[in-house]
């Protein structure tokens, strides 16, 4: 069972294929179930924690490699919080971690987050150190 408050989506069926609206790209998705764990994400980091500066699927350029970022998050017009998102079905492992803190080398997030829908996990990145401490929570836009 999906661990998110309950939402209200405008979905569209085109073609017996669903689509679900994205308030933040301000078009319909395709709906896979990593986009449902995205857009449910995406409501939780505005709703409730007041970030609106957010960029979905960005282009980490990172040679001789491209990587998209699922959603970054920006405080103070700097990449914030690297979020990382999978399917349901998907088990949260070190590799995954490993992906994230990997992309995050690009961007110098102070905070990285990765969730299945079911599970979430939230860390903390150490400026001086690069010390990686898990949190029970992610801080709001206010509390930065």
Same mark, same amino acid.
Request: charged share 25%.
């Given at each position: 069972?999906?661990?998110?408050?309950?939402?209200?989506?405008?979905? @569209?069926? !085109? $073609? =017996?294929?669903?689509? !679900?609206?994205?308030?933040?790209?301000?078009?319909?998705?395709?709906?896979?179930?990593?986009?449902?764990?995205? @857009?449910? !994400?995406?409501?939780? /980091?505005?709703?409730?924690?007041?970030?609106?500066?957010?960029?979905?699927?960005?282009?980490?350029?990172?040679?001789?490699?491209?990587?998209?970022? %699922? !959603?970054?998050?920006?405080?103070?017009?700097?990449?914030?919080?690297?979020?990382?998102?999978?399917?349901?079905?998907?088990?949260? &492992?070190?590799?995954?971690?490993?992906?994230?803190?990997?992309? $995050? /080398?690009?961007?110098?997030?102070?905070? /990285?987050?990765?969730?299945?829908?079911?599970?979430?996990?939230?860390?903390?990145?150490? =400026?001086?150190? $690069? &010390?990686?401490?898990?949190?029970?929570?992610?801080?709001?836009? %206010?509390? $930065?």
């Amino acid at each position: 069972m999906l661990s998110f408050k309950k939402n209200k989506f405008i979905y @569209q069926i !085109i $073609n =017996d294929k669903a689509y !679900i609206f994205c308030n933040v790209r301000k078009k319909f998705i395709f709906l896979t179930p990593e986009e449902w764990v995205r @857009q449910h !994400i995406l409501e939780y /980091l505005i709703k409730e924690k007041k970030y609106y500066a957010l960029s979905i699927e960005k282009m980490i350029v990172s040679y001789p490699v491209k990587r998209r970022a %699922d !959603i970054i998050v920006y405080c103070k017009s700097k990449p914030w919080i690297l979020v990382e998102c999978k399917a349901p079905t998907v088990s949260l &492992t070190k590799k995954i971690l490993d992906k994230v803190i990997f992309y $995050n /080398l690009h961007l110098h997030c102070r905070y /990285l987050m990765v969730s299945n829908g079911i599970y979430h996990y939230y860390c903390r990145i150490e =400026d001086n150190t $690069n &010390t990686i401490f898990f949190l029970k929570r992610l801080p709001s836009y %206010d509390e $930065n």
